[in-house]
């Protein structure tokens, strides 16, 4: 398993699972398929409400502590400090787990600066050995670097063949942070398995299509934590390593970008009311 290098020295499998979207009643069946098919890294979220199960799946997969990678994430209600503090404290009882790998902060809105401020906390306190941020633009992210004194680790930010954060990898990659993809396969936006270029690189390498995007993300050093409910994908996301994109195939994927985020425009109104306002407990 390719690993990637944190700047404080943590490291970081290239590839995970993520449990977003799966069903509360699935997801211990999967996570604990996903560990028994090799999986090291898995990513989950207090907004998913399914960290119990992800903790059930791990504490019963006979799997060394040592040898896993669990990330959650704190939801925007918890970004006052010590509603963080005491939000960290719930996932880690759901998740049954004595310290965290990675710890995000979920989504750039509310009192993100009294969150990271927490996640600071935490980390000197050896509770996470690494914190990061999701969807975080990089104006953002250029803000929380200036006035805080733990840079993130890591920034999750949706990346595919159609929303390729071409300007944001370069300065991550500027600022020696991991980048990460959430939905590589932009959840099946645009019909992106039956892409043809897409599928005529999948056929030049006896490989599917889901395969050439990861394969694509982690060529270009980005981590990648695809779902699924299936066993066979599962084994299948995971055989990425035995082949290589040549140029010409990584410059034809690259004409793939569209620039337009395929899921949700996070530059809407509504999408940032939802997303400041929605609560995941009392």
């Given amino acids: ?52 199960e992800v903790g059930n799946a791990i504490r019963n997969s006979g799997v060394k502590r040592g040898d896993l990678f669990i990330t959650t994430k704190l939801w925007v209600q918890d970004y006052e400090t010590d509603d963080a503090l005491r939000a960290f404290d719930k996932s880690m009882k759901l998740l049954s787990l004595d310290y965290l790998d990675l710890y995000l902060l979920h989504k750039p809105y509310g009192n993100y600066y009294a969150a990271w401020r927490a996640a600071e906390r935490l980390y000197r306190e050896g509770r996470v050995k690494a914190i990061g941020v999701t969807s975080f633009s990089s104006e953002r992210l250029q803000d929380l670097i200036l006035h805080n004194e733990v840079r993130p680790m890591v920034n999750q930010l949706q990346t595919n063949p159609w929303y390729q954060q071409k300007q944001a990898r370069q300065y991550l990659a500027e600022e020696n942070i991991q980048m990460e993809a959430w939905a590589p396969f932009a959840e099946g936006k645009n019909d992106i398995f039956n892409n043809p270029m897409l599928v005529s690189i999948a056929k030049a390498h006896g490989k599917t299509v889901a395969q050439i995007i990861l394969r694509w993300l982690v060529q270009l050093n980005i981590a990648v934590i695809p779902k699924t409910v299936s066993r066979e994908r599962m084994k299948a996301n995971l055989n990425i390593f035995n082949f290589d994109l040549d140029e010409n195939e990584v410059k034809a994927i690259a004409s793939l970008d569209t620039g337009i985020d395929p899921i949700y425009d996070d530059q809407d109104l509504e999408t ?7 609560k995941i407990h009392d």
């Fill in 272 to 278: 940032t009311k939802f997303i400041g306002t929605h």
């Fill in 1 to 52: 398993m390719r690993e990637f290098r944190l700047y404080n020295d943590v490291m970081m499998p290239a590839i995970g699972f993520g449990v977003y979207q799966i069903p509360q009643e699935e997801t211990e069946r999967c996570v604990s398929d996903a560990l028994e098919t090799g999986y090291r890294m898995i990513d989950t979220a207090a907004s998913y409400l399914n960290e119990k």
